[in-house]
């Protein structure tokens, strides 16, 4: 019996990330991935049904918890993804999240999606 589809979301604001991470999701896992920016991904959270959502981190750590609830309300697991320095992994509002930095390693964004699909609500 074949596995079901992983269906990913994919939030970031740099098309070319997003096009290299629905590449190898795509080729590695077989998801069916769907790509759109920050600004736009509440709407195609609440569209369609994910299993996991790859989400490029903002800023502000209120930002990134309001995104992290509804991710886990719309019942997603969340990866945040980041470029930034100072993203601290002791940031109380994202302990025990899963975190991938950018540039990343193709087989890190592999093994995470697997990870938070199997870890998911």
């Not at 992983?6 to 769907?34: F, H, M, N, P, W």
């Not at 299993?51 to 502000?60: G, N």
């Not at 969340?78 to 950018?102: C, Q, R």
């Amino acid at each position: 019996m074949q596995s079901p589809l992983l269906r990913v979301l994919v939030v970031e604001s740099q098309i070319l990330i997003a096009v290299e991470i629905e590449y190898i999701l795509t080729e590695k896992l077989g998801c069916d991935v769907t790509v759109t920016t920050p600004a736009r991904y509440e709407e195609e959270l609440f569209d369609g049904r994910y299993d996991v959502v790859l989400v490029d981190a903002a800023p502000s750590n209120a930002t990134n918890l309001g995104r992290i609830e509804q991710i886990r309300a719309a019942g997603a697991a969340a990866v945040l993804l980041s470029s930034y320095e100072d993203f601290s992994e002791e940031d109380p509002s994202t302990t025990g999240l899963p975190k991938l930095e950018k540039p990343f390693d193709p087989a890190d964004l592999v093994e995470i999606v697997r990870d938070a699909a199997g870890r998911r609500v």
